[in-house]
């Protein structure tokens, strides 16, 4: 039987940004692959307003999880910048409900525990969704859902991504799937023309001439992106003995568990 695969993630870039290889593998393996996006992604630009901005978003995340290959994605529609504003636990609550409702066997969610992450959606997204994987499975966590036919769920493996990530301790290798990445995160224009601006911006201050190190990339934000997530990817690929990998961390069971396991094999 295929597994489902959910991904719980802050902005309507960062299921492919983060994960994209790791998904377009379960993917191939015939897994059903649904992403939950918390934010609308109103403020990342320098070009477009926020509302014309949030509308576009939606659209080029419908074409990456397609072009991943995903289901349909789901849209909480919460503003951008703003999600570690909202009520005490309704993004928890959120994320508990969408547990339930999809069933997922593995859930991907950036790792709360993971140092100097800087953007405040990122951080209430992480915390929300550890909360919601740990505590899906006590049906008195929300029995409001019981009653809307919605049973407590345990999900059995959970990776945790991060932009730093000393927890890491799977590897997985994508050189399968890196292009299919590149191509699904290549759908989200506005993003890839904003982080590559934001980049060159930032160079520039630092008195830096990126022209120089990247010559002709440079006239294509998508092509200057993807040289910089083959390195990256490559760097951690090296580490497992493979051309292009990602880093996770990975939990299953209670350690208690986990440690009868291992006597056990």
């Known amino acids: 039987m295929s597994k489902t695969v ?3 993630v802050p902005h309507p870039d960062d ?6 290889g790791l998904l377009a593998n379960f993917i191939a393996e015939g897994a059903r692959v649904v992403i939950a996006i918390a934010s609308d992604g109103r403020r990342g630009s320098f070009e477009h307003d926020a509302e014309s901005l949030a509308e576009l978003r939606q659209t080029e995340a419908q074409r990456a999880a397609q072009t991943l290959g995903a289901e349909p994605p789901i849209f909480l529609g919460h503003p951008d910048l703003e999600v570690d504003t909202l009520p005490p636990g309704l993004l928890r609550e959120q994320f508990i409900r969408l547990i339930r409702q999809v069933k997922p066997d593995i859930v991907v969610a950036e790792d709360a525990f993971a140092p100097y992450e800087v953007h405040p959606d990122h951080r209430a997204v992480a915390w929300a969704a550890s909360d919601a994987i740990h505590f899906a499975s006590l049906p008195l966590m929300h029995p409001e859902h019981l009653e809307q036919g919605l049973e407590a769920h345990f999900v059995v ?3 945790f991504y991060g ?5 890491a301790n799977k590897f997985v290798d994508i050189s399968q799937t890196i292009e299919r990445k590149i191509a699904a995160l290549g759908e989200h224009r506005s993003q890839v023309r904003f ?3 934001d980049v060159m911006r930032q160079a520039s201050l630092a008195g830096l001439d990126l022209r120089a190190m990247l010559g002709e990339a440079l006239d ?4 200057a992106l993807a040289w910089a997530m083959r390195a ?3 760097e951690l690929g090296q580490r497992i003995g493979v051309a292009y990998a990602e880093a996770y961390r990975y939990v299953r069971f209670h350690p208690f568990v986990e440690n009868l396991l291992a006597m056990q094999g």
């Not at 299921?15 to 994209?20: C, L, V, W």
């Not at 932009?163 to 927890?167: A, D, I, T």
Request: aromatic content about 12%; hydrophobic content about 50%.
């Open 6 to 8: 959910l991904a719980l």
């Open 15 to 20: 299921a492919e940004f983060f994960a994209g």
């Open 157 to 159: 493996e959970k990776y």
């Open 163 to 167: 932009e730093n990530l000393p927890g």
């Open 195 to 197: 982080l590559v601006e």
């Open 220 to 223: 294509d934000p998508l092509q």
């Open 232 to 234: 990256q990817a490559a």
